[in-house]
């Protein structure tokens, strides 16, 4: 399960761990990560493998046997951090661009997506409006609104994921990645020493860390949720694509002849085309052992047939 997907450069930002599970463990230390590795960090801590090893010191390795059903990633675009609480959260330095990219499972067709949609919901009875201090935040800015229509799509995940409760029953791991941008767009309107800048940030605060003991709870206690917050994106760290013939044709060759480095696929495709050999080898033998021994008088279905048809004749 996986809402968004982006790709670009970020400057000035921070990873935080909201909840984890005891089986992933998250070290405590000022160890930056590289953007482009977060979601390799998710996939190891739910127990799957990598094409490339990371050497990231913060994750350690956790019990095997049980690892997360879930890992929801949170990304707030606006500010390099958020005031969260100490000592329940860790959080680390985050470097380079960052990718995450999923699929929306076919339950969140309900949620609300266009702008008319969000603004219809935020004015019904159970709307996080009749929940939230809004303070310095007003109902008739479509900017404040933006913001607080975020809020709701966060209430309405969990709300949608505590009626829908066979989806984080199942076998199949859930990924959930979500992009907030409403809290930058308040900051690009009023300016980050705003009222209205630091309100909106102590209730994002509030609204992410119920967002996070729900989804926790709704998992049993066995899920990940991860908080990134990005400064700003920077537009020329994007990946574009480029062709083999601007590529620079380099020699890197080591003089000591040593082999090219195996990646994590090879161990299978040795053993498929070991046994596959070793299966036709076999057979091969024991056919030919059985036609060589075989008797033409007794064995050859030629011999019968021909046989039959002589008696008869």
Request: hydrophobic letters at 40%; a neutral charge; glycine letters at 6%.
């Amino acid at each position: 399960l996986a809402v968004a997907g982006l790709q670009f450069g970020v400057l000035g930002n921070e990873f935080s761990i909201l909840r984890s599970p005891g089986s992933v463990v998250f070290r405590n230390g000022n160890w930056p990560i590289p953007g482009e590795r977060i979601p390799d960090v998710a996939a190891l801590s739910m127990g799957f493998s990598v094409k490339e090893d990371l050497s990231w010191p913060g994750l350690a390795v956790g019990n095997l046997f049980h690892r997360p059903r879930a890992t929801v990633m949170v990304m707030v675009k606006g500010v390099d951090k958020l005031a969260l609480p100490p000592g329940s959260v860790i959080s680390y330095p985050l470097e380079n661009r960052v990718y995450m990219v999923g699929k929306a499972n076919s339950v969140f067709e309900d949620l609300s997506v266009t702008l008319r949609q969000l603004r219809n919901r935020l004015f019904q009875e159970n709307s996080v409006l009749n929940s939230l201090p809004l303070n310095s935040l007003s109902r008739n800015n479509e900017v404040d609104l933006l913001f607080l229509s975020e809020l709701q799509i966060l209430h309405d995940i969990s709300s949608l994921l505590s009626r829908h409760k066979h989806l984080a029953k199942d076998h199949s791991p859930d990924l959930y990645s979500l992009e907030l941008a409403g809290l930058d767009e308040i900051g690009k309107r009023y300016g980050e020493d705003s009222e209205q800048f630091r309100d909106a940030s102590k209730i994002l605060v509030d609204a992410l860390q119920k967002f996070a003991d729900d989804m926790y709870n709704l998992y049993g206690g066995n899920a990940v949720v991860e908080l990134v917050t990005v400064k700003s994106f920077d537009t020329s760290l994007v990946r574009k694509t480029r062709t083999i013939l601007e590529t620079k044709q380099t020699n890197t060759a080591s003089p000591y002849n040593l082999a090219y480095k195996y990646n994590f696929e090879y161990s299978v495709v040795f053993n498929m085309v070991l046994w596959i050999m070793i299966a036709l080898a076999l057979a091969v033998i024991i056919t030919s052992y059985n036609i060589w021994n075989m008797d033409p008088g007794y064995d050859s279905i030629i011999y019968r047939m021909t046989n039959q048809k002589i008696r008869m004749d």
